[in-house]
């Protein structure tokens, strides 16, 4: 970290950040409670969009009130609201509010709020605590390369297969708001019968289309399904999922995270993954595009306070010195959004006491000006904090200043940032796993991803992952009862890899990597509707397969990448079509080998003091 060469007082930071901003009496009412720990149940994000709603500044230099994860609509904004007891109560009170597409799941309701209401909520009764939804998707007269990457083109030559019987479900941002759908269908780069169960109303990229075309490349006799996943928040999703599987759906896909999403324990998307996957739906997840871009740490007492609530800071530094700052790199026009958790169960899991503790985040400016923050009142709530950041180029630099602190309770035994967005870490860097929420399910199948012409078909072998692909593991620490498990489990993340990079009608405008006239889709959000439509190929040739066989069966058959074996990098290697049909078709179910490398992978980690899951096997 650069030597900061002032830290102003919180009365200065205050007074400064206020002070320079129009707003009225209210809004100013607002920001001052939420800046004086107050304990307000509207998360700051939700206060600072309320009180800006008329412009795009948000509290503080370098936030802006309309971030791009959030998800607005026509005056209205996507939320995720946790009920203090009973969730129907919660539901109907924010009915009273105006709320529209409303959903409820647990002790969750999500769905479209006014904005003009925001500051009504701090009355309900009814409510614990709310917060924006910031999802973040990872993301025919043209045929997808991976049809051939992955020998799929093989598989349905040589075994007859084409997803016949097969329904597959995609969740993403939208279908059809860029109006491609008729073309698609035209030229065959779609069925004409895809399902629409619940679209985006407008200003979706139609990323959710760019997926089925994909997966209807490589299995185009499969039957498609698609619901938002940004419509709602998080009950709206995991409701999602089960209208999915309710409608037909054999396999579903997504390519969405939730930044709130718990890390260190099972929330409500992974249970509704794990329970589609108990009735005998296989589930594929996009890993993410984060790299090892995360931090992790136990929390160490740097006897420093910050100046803005006279919490203690962490000390980053492992070695004997102290500094309580760690340098972050955000280039001009970057914008930086980072979920930070800490060992504490999720009021909005388990209910009970919540989190026991509240620790906050901040960015500053190498002359201790705040320029973000995260800093809700998280003790009785939800372990997480987000915090955003927009680099305009006024700043003049790209090099800024992260700072942890305990507000208040025990300090945390382990705690956790993930990375999203353009930045990076410059100091101090943990090189982490980034894969946690409903991709590090024990149901799903994580998907990481490598460009297609980087595969042996196309030249290249073993296969490159792609530098951005997300590694594994987060543990999880808690049951969903919020009780600490006596041993971490470390889940097998990504389990597999899949192409990305390959061609579509529309997606993503501008990238055309080969010059042919059609976009590349690039990401996990491509690998993984690959990976699906191969399971498609995988349940016609053998409609009883359980997801768990299903999964072993494409491990076992992918070809192996970085270290030999199961690596928290590339998984078990890139998926081969071929070999996986033929294995289900020639080897029992019951017989499908456990991946040997699995049991030396064990005794490392069991030896560390972690307990290895991998999903359980059929019976």
């Known amino acids: 970290m650069k030597p900061l060469t002032q830290i102003s007082s919180a009365t200065i930071v205050t007074t400064t950040l206020l002070g320079g901003l129009c707003m009225g009496t209210q809004a100013a009412t607002l920001i001052g409670e939420y800046l004086s720990k107050s304990g307000s149940k509207v998360s700051s994000s939700l206060i600072s969009l309320s009180a800006n709603s008329g412009n795009n500044t948000g509290l503080f230099p370098g936030t802006r009130a309309n971030s791009s994860l959030l998800q607005t609509y026509g005056g209205h904004v996507v939320i995720d609201a946790i009920a203090s007891d009973n969730t129907d109560v919660l539901y109907e009170d924010l009915l009273g509010l105006g709320l529209q597409n409303g959903s409820k799941y647990g002790s969750l309701v999500s769905g479209l709020l006014p904005l003009d209401a925001i500051s009504s909520m701090d009355s309900l009764s009814s409510l614990k605590f709310a917060r924006p939804t910031q999802f973040l998707s990872n993301v025919g007269v043209t045929t997808s390369q991976a049809d051939r990457s992955m020998r799929a083109d093989i598989a349905r030559s040589t075994f007859g297969v084409d997803g016949t019987g097969v329904t597959v479900g995609a969740l993403s941002d939208s279908y059809n708001n860029l109006d491609g759908e008729a073309a698609d269908i035209a030229s065959g780069d779609l069925p004409s019968n895809v399902n629409v169960l619940l679209d985006l109303p407008s200003g979706g990229s139609d990323e959710g289309r760019a997926m089925l075309q994909l997966i209807h490349d490589v299995a185009p006799g499969a039957d498609l399904a698609f619901y938002t996943a940004f419509l709602g928040g998080q009950a709206d999703f995991a409701n999602g999922i089960l209208e999915l599987a309710a409608s037909g759906s054999d396999v579903i896909v997504d390519d969405v995270i939730n930044l709130a999403e718990p890390m260190f324990q099972d929330g409500i998307i992974a249970q509704a993954v ?49 500094d309580p700052f760690q340098s972050i790199s955000v280039p001009v026009g970057g914008e930086l959004f980072i979920s930070f958790q800490w060992d504490s169960p999720f009021f909005s899991v388990s209910g009970g006491e919540g989190s026991p503790n509240d ?86 199948e994580a998907v990481g991803a490598s460009f297609y012409a980087d595969t042996p078909e196309f030249g290249t072998n073993p296969p490159v992952l792609e530098p951005f692909s997300s590694a594994g593991s987060t ?124 049991f030396g992978l064990l005794a490392v980690i069991v030896g560390a003091g972690s307990r290895l899951k991998r999903k359980p096997k059929a019976a």
């Open 359 to 444: 620790l906050d985040i901040f960015l500053f400016d190498d002359f201790g000006n705040l320029l973000a923050l995260g800093a809700d009142a998280n003790e009785g709530g939800d372990a997480v904090e987000i915090l955003s950041f927009f680099n305009d180029g006024s700043f003049g630099t790209d090099q800024f200043n992260l700072a942890i602190s305990n507000f208040s309770g025990p300090d945390a035994g382990f705690m956790k940032y993930v990375v999203f967005g353009n930045a990076s870490i410059s100091e101090y860097d943990t090189n982490s796993g980034t894969v946690y929420g409903h991709a590090n399910a024990e149901g799903a």
């Open 274 to 322: 794990d329970q589609v996957v108990a009735d005998g739906i296989p589930y594929f997840s996009s890993a993410g595009n984060n790299d090892r871009n995360a931090y992790e740490s136990t929390f160490r007492n740097s006897s420093v306070l910050d100046p803005i609530f006279g919490g203690e800071l962490h000390d980053f530094d492992p070695s004997a010195g102290v």
């Open 475 to 598: 543990p999880i620490l808690f049951d969903e009862n919020g009780d600490r498990l006596f041993t971490p489990e470390i889940r097998l993340k990504p389990e597999i890899v899949a192409p990305d990079g390959t061609n579509t009608t529309f997606f993503i405008p501008g990238l055309d990597v080969e010059g042919d006239g059609f976009p590349n889709f690039f990401g996990t959000s491509a690998a993984a509707p690959h990976a699906a439509a191969v399971a498609a190929l995988m349940l016609e040739a053998a409609p009883s397969t359980s997801p768990e066989v299903l999964y072993e069966t494409l491990e076992e058959t992918a070809i192996d990448m970085n270290a030999p074996g199961f690596d928290f990098d590339s998984g078990f290697g890139l998926i081969q079509a071929d070999r996986a049909v033929g294995a289900l078709i020639s080897t029992p179910p019951e017989e499908v080998p456990e991946p040997a490398s699995v």
